[in-house]
């Protein structure tokens, strides 16, 4: 049977972008070690508990440990873009001052300080570093409506495939409206 490819990709950035918390400061160091800390975890995790995923998850074709191949990546820090959350009542943010609260931390400036720390704490880790800040740094009409922090599913779908594609089929952006049309 062929090998079944699991890739297991990892990240964490908005919500330490986006938190009040003084341990954050302004280095983001402890978001440095807690990547670190995760990927040794997962990784510790995957290698003694192969047999177990595998058994769970097998189908009768594929029923051996040797035959999952498992591959952790790291999904870079995304650009924030606080121009995109309107000063209205949104079902999202609710009133006005609750999304003025919960965009305080939410900067250019702050997101490429901790893509500068992911990047460094994470060079000497042997895993891919999916850098997307950039595209999505261009990509704030991708968002999904009034939020300035998640992406609509096709942008982030069209950017995992730049890395690892196995699809025949192409992702046609040309074919999707990605305006948003309203404010409800």
Same mark, same amino acid.
């Given at each position: 049977p062929k090998p079944i490819e699991v890739l297991l990709v990892l990240g964490s950035s908005t919500w330490d972008l986006l938190a009040n918390d #003084?341990?954050?400061a302004n280095t983001f160091e402890d978001h440095a070690i807690a990547c670190r800390q995760?990927?040794? #975890?997962?990784?510790?995790?995957? #290698?003694?508990?192969?047999?177990?995923?595998v058994t769970a998850t097998a189908t009768e074709a594929t029923a051996t440990a040797e035959q999952f191949r498992?591959?952790?990546a790291w999904k870079s820090v995304t650009a924030v873009h606080p121009h995109?959350?309107?000063?209205?009542?949104?079902?999202?943010?609710?009133?006005?001052?609750?999304?003025k609260k919960r965009?305080?931390?939410?900067?250019?400036?702050?997101?490429e300080l901790l893509?500068?720390?992911?990047?460094?704490?994470?060079?000497?880790?042997e895993i891919?570093?999916?850098d997307i800040f950039d595209a999505t740094y261009l990509s704030a009409d991708w968002h999904l409506p009034v939020d300035g922090r998640h992406y609509r599913p096709e942008l982030?779908?069209?950017?995992?495939?730049?890395?690892?594609s196995e699809s025949e089929k192409e992702i046609d952006l040309t074919t999707i409206d990605h305006r948003y049309s309203g404010y409800k």
């Amino acid at each position: 049977p062929k090998p079944i490819e699991v890739l297991l990709v990892l990240g964490s950035s908005t919500w330490d972008l986006l938190a009040n918390d #003084a341990s954050q400061a302004n280095t983001f160091e402890d978001h440095a070690i807690a990547c670190r800390q995760l990927i040794v #975890a997962v990784n510790d995790f995957l #290698a003694h508990n192969i047999t177990e995923l595998v058994t769970a998850t097998a189908t009768e074709a594929t029923a051996t440990a040797e035959q999952f191949r498992f591959q952790l990546a790291w999904k870079s820090v995304t650009a924030v873009h606080p121009h995109i959350v309107i000063d209205r009542h949104t079902k999202w943010f609710g009133p006005p001052h609750k999304a003025k609260k919960r965009i305080r931390y939410m900067s250019l400036e702050r997101s490429e300080l901790l893509h500068a720390v992911q990047q460094r704490a994470l060079r000497d880790v042997e895993i891919p570093f999916l850098d997307i800040f950039d595209a999505t740094y261009l990509s704030a009409d991708w968002h999904l409506p009034v939020d300035g922090r998640h992406y609509r599913p096709e942008l982030n779908e069209l950017m995992l495939n730049w890395f690892y594609s196995e699809s025949e089929k192409e992702i046609d952006l040309t074919t999707i409206d990605h305006r948003y049309s309203g404010y409800k």
